[in-house]
């Protein structure tokens, strides 16, 4: 039970303080303006503290203070009239009638205050209790979209879909550790993924290290694994970055990110500093095939500390109402960071929503139809020309179906196999390229590489590729560490992305790169480049469209075959009959089994056989897509043949 | 595989070539490359002709002038084959190449010389479609001076 006193001061209205057989006498009498009143000494202890209601024969006061058998009052009140008493008059609490209107008049007042809302307490920021909301709808946005005060929401109730994949870096499809070294300050950027989903570059001569870790992870979330960052920038206006790339066509759907349009974006990651001092800044940019890139970004900010923080972007509206919806195709989430130290960074999170959210990571579904891979004889299974091949400097002779090679040393030798021992048999390949790499070998003016042509200057072939972002992925065995990797290529505009490289394991690994063919490339390649000399296995090529790398998936074996015969077919003479008058011009029509994707080369491998026919007369007078003519001379009247003359007679080629 | 140009000597005129299929090596003067032969019996000036030199080798390749199995390499002997025929091509296939490639008998070396680009270019283009022409505006100016000094 509360004591009088405490009721009180928990009150804005003033009530009497009460209490029950109050009564005493006036040890003098006392004139009508008198403010104060003595009683008979020692009855005053039991009237309660002030202030409280007294009477006195018709006349109601209000003492204001009591001391000792003294009281203070204020003459005339409850509607009552000042007037002279004598001594010995008695004076008492009774239950006058400001007792109970008293209390009438504050719960009326506080009817009346509810209702209009004045009588509501001010807001109070409870900063140390912990408050628990139930059945409450909790607005914590105006119609404007700002934050009404900061608010934490409860995991466990408000539920986010993180727009990131491996926002916790938990997933390493690439390698463990990836370096960008130092250049020098004019090198310009060098871009190179870091791990899934992410890319790392770096400008000029700052160095850049992002690797797996588990010493550094985040405490306040689950977290298996972290990212730890390696950071040395020099000049002062450079920086190294860290990034996401959310297209249209990928892990998103075609038009999802027009649904980004006008709504606010809050990004949130966790960072500690380990070591040295480092700033961070936050980026969330968009493209645009009509005006390009557009981006927002938080001022660069000094990391201090040991321990994790968390740094947001919130409620930033980075696609505009006014833009066109079909014309944006991509989208970025950055960390840049400058200064020299290590960073330890983990889930970040990237929602649609005013207020960043704790991190929750994303599962991606896969979509039920594999990509379709744009590498032609991915699996190295087709091999028209021959198993065995020896190619000499760079000159680009082809092996494989669609793989051509070249060392960039021209004394340098590649000795390419088509070999069924090495392939990567638990992807189910038969065939793999054993390819043994001789001479003095490097990454740059010594350079030997198998590659693909992918995009050329014929805009039929490979044309409505440009302007995609491809994800590369090959299985490849070697014994070299820091020799092998893979890369897309824009030669045109000679923008290179690599994978990192294969650790030299003695196993089958999956390297894998992402990277940009622009709009007007007219050269765009896939490579995997023998920076050693030594031998090495490569299997399984994919190339999709998006920037998630996928494994490889096989053709059937009919399918990888057509697509072959589009550049290059051989055949054989089909036996072909006839007569004829002496001089008399016979031709033959040879169709292709597939069609070809510029008009062919045709040469003849055999020496044809034929009867009655002036061999030097034997010419192919059409080179065509789709066929060619093979036609001769009668030499005398009569039966007239031509081949067959071997398994294989002629050869058709044809390479964008 | 076909029979592929290696390298070219400006001064002789004279292709180096590789036949792939059989690893032969061999020289050859840019007049013994014949245009092909139509179906008609009449020239194709939209293919030439490479038989390997290697005795006994039956290995010949038709060439078409939107560069077939060597794009690059192909068409740049064609633009040397054709300017050579319109400056020193034996009659009367020289006045049919410069008919076929519109160039006034009074032309001047510069007027062949961008006549022939431009006929190259457009037999390209009709054979292989927008964009199959391979040579950049480099390899045409390191042509031009080539065309010039043989002249």
Redesign the interface.
Known sequence: MVSAPEQQSALTTTFSNIANNVVSQLAAACAATDTSVALLSGTAASFPPAPFYVSCEYEVMWCTSKVGDSLSVQRGRDGTTASAHPSGAIVQIRNNAGLFLDAYQAIHDLDNGVSSGSALPADIAYTDKVQSFTNKTIDLVNGNNTIIGAVTPDPAQLVYENILNNGGFEEWGYSPSTTIAAGTPTSGVKTVNATTYWIMNSTNDSAFTVSRDTANTDPSNPSGTNALLNVNTVQANDAVTLYQLITKGSQIGLFDLNKLIASPLSLAARLKLVSGNISVSLGLTYWDTNTGAHGLNTPFTALSGNTYATLKFENQILISQSVIPNGIYQMQVALSFKGTGQVALDNVMLIIGAVASIYRPKILYRPIVPQMNHAVNGGFEVWQRGTTFNITGFTGAFSADRWQGGHSNSSGTLAITADTSNQDINAGSYRCAAVVVAGTTDAVSNAALLYQQVISTTQTEGGELRNRVFSFTMRVKCSIANACRIAIIDATNNVTSYSSYHSGGGQYETLACTGLLAYNCSNGQIRVLFEAAGTYYVDNAMLVVGEVPYPYVPLHPADELNRCFRYYEPGALKPWNGYGALGQQVSMWIYWKGWKAVAPTLTKVSAWTSTNINGGSLQISYNHPDGTNIMGVLTAAGAFSIGPSATVDWSAEANP | ???IP?SFDSGTQVYTM?D??NNHMFDVHISELPY????D?TT?F??I?VACKEPDC???????V??????FD?QIMFLRHEFYEVTAGPEPIRAMVMALDHIPDNANTNEKITDVIDAIHERVTA????????LDDDTIKKLTVEFRNNA
């Not at chain 2, 039956?58 to 078409?64: A, C, E, G, I, L």
């Not at chain 2, 054979?127 to 391979?134: H, K, N």
């Open positions: 595989m076909s029979i290696i590789h792939q299929d092909g032969t139509n179906i019996g194709n939209d293919q002709v039956p290995v010949v390749s038709w060439h078409p939107g560069g077939g199995a060597a794009p192909v054979m292989d479609g927008e964009s199959r022409f391979a």
